[in-house]
């Protein structure tokens, strides 16, 4: 069985950090682009981050840029996502897609999806 399993989330003051964990089973990933999205109560899910199966290409939303860092260690099937300088507005599950070929459109299909994390960040 194909999964995707997220994990790392909390409950954190503003200010403070967390790291995700996104790790892969069943296949092999390595081979996939790698994205982040979150999806906050009452709103529709939206991009967060994606990374090139090499790592050498990374792409974020605007709002994350210069917080947030998105990586992966192909070896352990996993993607990361260090999130610092949380904000309550960051607050949202976060959930890590796959697809096979790297994008930078935030709206591209994604074919592999985890359940979600829930971070939760207070003021």
């Known amino acids: 069985q194909v999964q995707l399993v997220e994990s790392g989330g909390g409950l954190v003051q503003a200010g403070g950090s967390l790291r995700l964990s996104c790790a892969g089973s069943?296949?092999?990933?390595?081979?996939?682009?790698m994205g982040w999205f979150r999806q906050a109560p009452g709103k529709e899910r939206e991009f967060v981050a994606v990374?090139?199966?090499?790592?050498?290409?990374?792409y974020y939303f605007d709002s994350v840029k210069g917080r947030f860092t998105i990586s992966r260690d192909n070896a352990k099937n996993t993607v990361y996502l260090q999130m610092n300088s949380l904000k309550p507005e960051d607050t949202a599950v976060y959930y890590c897609?796959?697809?096979?070929?790297?994008?930078?459109?935030?709206?591209?299909?994604?074919?592999?999806w985890g359940r979600g994390t829930q971070v939760t960040v207070s003021s």
């Open positions: 897609a796959a697809r096979a070929h790297y994008s930078e459109y935030v709206y591209a299909v994604y074919d592999y």
């Open positions: 069943g296949r092999s990933f390595s081979g996939d682009a």
């Open positions: 990374i090139s199966w090499s790592g050498g290409s990374t």
